[in-house]
């Protein structure tokens, strides 16, 4: 129980310093997850024109236009459910992209424990969010 207590205050420090002024500037963490699971389908700058994108059956989207394209507002929650994948209704089919919240969840692996390993899988999505952010026009 102990042990599951200073995953969870560990879990949560990485979160804030990754929501801080500093890292937000310097998001090494977002920009190499954009990097390594991302770009290979919406580009290294994510106009929607990676490596992939022409085989593909669905374009992948423009992600530099998600704010151009909502009223000049990031859609923050939208991108966040979209790229955790785990809480979409597939009733109507499934998505073209990636559950990357499941493989983020597999990379984590037991190291922080059942709630520990969640935080860190959501403390990822953020940082890639927050990347994804920083793309806009």
């Known amino acids: 129980m102990r042990l599951h207590a200073v995953y969870a205050l560990a879990a949560t420090v990485f979160f804030a310093g990754l929501t801080s002024t500093g890292m937000a500037q310097d998001n090494t963490v977002g920009a190499e997850a954009f990097r390594t699971s991302c770009a290979v389908c919406h580009g290294l700058g994510g ?44 009733a109507h089919g499934t998505s073209a992209m990636p559950i990357w919240g499941d493989y983020f969840e597999r990379m984590a692996g037991e190291v922080a424990g059942p709630f520990g390993t969640e935080l860190l899988v959501r403390a990822q999505i953020v940082a890639l969010v927050d990347y994804v952010q920083t793309l806009q026009k």
């Open 47 to 90: 106009a929607g024109d990676g490596e992939l994108a022409a085989v593909l059956t669905v374009k992948p989207p423009n992600l530099t236009l998600l704010s151009a394209n909502n009223n000049g507002v990031f859609p923050y929650l939208d991108v966040f459910h979209t790229v955790d994948g785990r809480t979409s209704l597939r």
